[in-house]
T-cell receptor, first 119, second 115 residues
Framework: AQKITQTQPGMFVQEKEAVTLDCTYD???????LFWYKQPSSGEMIFLIY??????QNATEGRYSLNFQKARKSANLVISASQLGDSAMYFC????????????????FGQGTILTVHP | DTEVTQTPKHLVMGMTNKKSLKCEQH?????MYWYKQKAKKPPELMFV???????INESVPSRFSPECPNSSLLNLHLHALQPEDSALYLC??????????????FGPGTRLTVT
């Protein structure tokens, strides 16, 4: 079963508008972390934001915020005031803190969402 | 400074060549990772080094051989590759494998083409 699901292969947004990128996850581990990464066409994966499963507040980093709904197992990324430079592939990822064996410490990625910002 | 560097940026090699990819970080991180990424797909984990010891090998073919000479450096030695090994190879590092948020910081990658 997919542990991380990103259902939007592509999204379009107008410059200066807000956009939400969806991510749902599946785990039975009570302790886990959720990450969002941005990958421009240049290839580098850029860490954006982190949410721990026990964090009471939704994470925010500048224009990025994570809408964490634990009961729904969703961790959507909200980008406010989109800029042309936000056009990139976005990956949601999870690390299960109690995974054993070779999964220990491993990041599991979703399939990604390509975001295009229009001027 | 959250920088991971990788060399070379691009590499073209024949199927009989031997080459190496290099990765370096100076953040004091004790976990380092190699990922392979095909176009428009998520990165696939290949190897994890923790405190300079190989801790995860995701059943990677032996034509890929990782090496961690010290806590700042990670190499990936390539030999007798196949055209399907053409991909973006990403290196990453984190504080260690498991603690806290432990985000992984990625390098810019090496675009490998096998001819």
């Amino acid at each position: 079963a997919q542990k991380i699901t990103q259902t939007q292969p592509g999204m379009f947004v107008q410059e200066k508008e807000a956009v939400t990128l969806d991510c749902t996850y599946d785990t039975s581990d009570p302790s886990y972390g959720l990450f969002w990464y941005k990958q421009p066409s240049s290839g580098e994966m850029i860490f954006l934001i982190y949410q721990g499963s026990y964090d009471q507040q939704n994470a925010t980093e500048g224009r990025y915020s994570l809408n964490f709904q634990k009961a729904r197992k969703s961790a959507n990324l909200v980008i406010s005031a989109s800029q042309l430079g936000d056009s990139a592939m976005y990956f949601c990822a999870m690390r299960e803190h109690n995974a054993g064996g070779t999964s220990y410490g491993k990041l599991t990625f979703g399939q990604g969402t390509i975001l295009t910002v229009h001027p | 400074d959250t920088e991971v560097t990788q060399t070379p940026k691009h590499l073209v090699m024949g199927m009989t060549n031997k080459k190496s990819l290099k990765c370096e970080q100076h953040m004091g991180h004790r976990a380092m990772y190699w990922y392979k990424q095909k176009a428009k797909k998520p990165p696939e984990l290949m190897f994890v080094y923790s405190y300079e010891k190989l801790s995860i090998n995701e059943s990677v073919p032996s034509r890929f051989s990782p090496e961690c000479p010290n806590s700042s450096l990670l190499n990936l030695h390539l030999h007798a590759l196949q055209p399907e090994d053409s991909a973006l190879y990403l290196c990453a590092s984190s504080q260690d494998r498991t603690s806290g948020s432990n985000e992984q910081y990625f390098g810019p990658g090496t675009r490998l083409t096998v001819t």
